[in-house]
């Protein structure tokens, strides 16, 4: 058991790497490059690989939604890719940069025509114009003319449509870019053609040859696929020789129609269809059949029987079929047409259905990545004022404590000189009771009138401030000068002066001054008396008042000094 055990580990150790390199794409081609590479020959493999770009984003944005955008156009999916072209065109990388603007402005107003929405296609082909001129580019110039004349010539305006072709004919010969005069000239030989101005049509095919053969000339200088000249010349003789039978040019018909056998667009049987219309017109029907029933085959083995390709093919076969009486193989090929008309008419309500439902997805996607990273912006910022907010609070506490611990220290040096002021004062009003006993044993000296009157006022000031300090007038909150002078038997006058010249205040601030004291004194001995006790029993008419010359006196409340003097 553990032998089939270990068996069993070893083999699925050999095993999943092969499995997972089966379902997993190589590194290698997990770039845009390679998405490109793809997009045509293997449209599932290209988005495949699109779909790990996204995820791994390692490219710029507008480079992702731009390969985006040209992998749904190339696949038909016209509505999605439109959606990333304007993603992309929104991007400022690429709206102010003129070269890689115009490549994409180009490709839109394309995108914009085949999803029939011509009012934008105009719009963008006027866009690019602007550019362009601005630039003085006379190619992508004479592009936006061509697009502008399609456009006026689906909406009916061949007039103004000709005027634009005129315009773009110029304007790209002056550019000297054979590879786009040529595309100009095909591509009108063929709206001609539509049109039924088939000698028009001619014209522009034998301009379109001219273009040709100036690639040709200048092949190295493009960079153009191996064999695509080659190519161009068969696809090139197998239009002209339909137009020419069309406007009755048998002569150059069979010539152009000898040129396509002589190409290699003729040994190939998806391109080879394209002889048919001629083979119709010159009733070579057995050819026309032989070439439409080998298309035919190969679609069938390719699987790709709901499509254009199929559906031009029946359309050979019914005509050929008439044309040489076999009506029930033309019935048949009729009856097969008309259900791949409904089978077509059917996918393409799939495809438009698959699409939309795509784009919601999209765009419901792209809208919650928008919400996400306006989430994330909001939370950032938030966090970031959050922070900043803190560090504001941090700072303000900081100056907050400093200041107050200033405060402290200078609330610790203020009650501390207080302290020595209160212990000299004692000392002085210790030394002014014995001054009348000192005096005693010094007779007098014989003192000038002014001293005589100075030394009466200090004797007047002197017994005074004793009674009034004694007796603590002061602790009166109605006390007035007048009153004190009367109670001391003291002229008014005389008493006011004995005060300024003696105390050096007013008699208002002298007494504020004894109540202040008063105050000290109670904030130190009156734990449970409350400032506005203190206030009345100190003689302060009211709290406010007593604050006040508290606070002007020794720059601190007074619960700030009873605070520190404990």
Known sequence: MRTLFLFIAAGLCVWMPVLADENELPDSIITIEHTYQYCVSDPEKAQAIMDELMVRRQDKDWELDWCQADLYYNTGKYRLALFFFEKTAAYKAVNTVPSLYMGLLSTMMECYRMNNDLEKAMQ???????????????????????????????????LLAKHYFAQAETHLKASENSEYLYHFYLTVANLMDEKGDYILAADYLKKAREGLEAMEKNDAGLSLPEGQIA??????????????????????AAGAYEAFLASPYSADDRTRIHIVPYLLKSEKYDEALAISLRRVDQLRADTDTIGEDMAAALRYLIEAYQKTGQFSDALYYAQLGLSLHKAIRQKDRENTALELATLYQVQEKEELLLMREATIKRRSFLLLLSSLIALLAIAAVALVVRSIKRTEEKNRVMVSRIKELQSCKQKLDALEKQMPALAAFYPSDGSSGADASKNGFAELFALADQKIKEQKLYLKSDLTRDELALSLGIKKSDFSRAVNECAGFSFTDYINNLRLEEALRLLEKSDNLCIEAIAED????????????????YSMSPAEYRKWVK
């Open 538 to 553: 100190s003689g302060f008419g009211s709290a406010r008042s007593f604050y006040r010359q508290f606070k002007s006196k």
């Open 124 to 158: 963008t082909a006027l866009s690019l114009m602007d550019i362009a001129k601005a630039l003085d580019d006379d190619a992508e110039t004479g592009r936006a003319y061509m697009f502008m004349g399609i456009i006026t010539l689906r909406q009916k305006n061949a």
């Open 231 to 252: 190519y161009e010349y068969g696809r090139l003789h197998a239009l002209a020789s339909d137009i020419f039978a069309k406007s009755g040019r048998k002569q150059e």
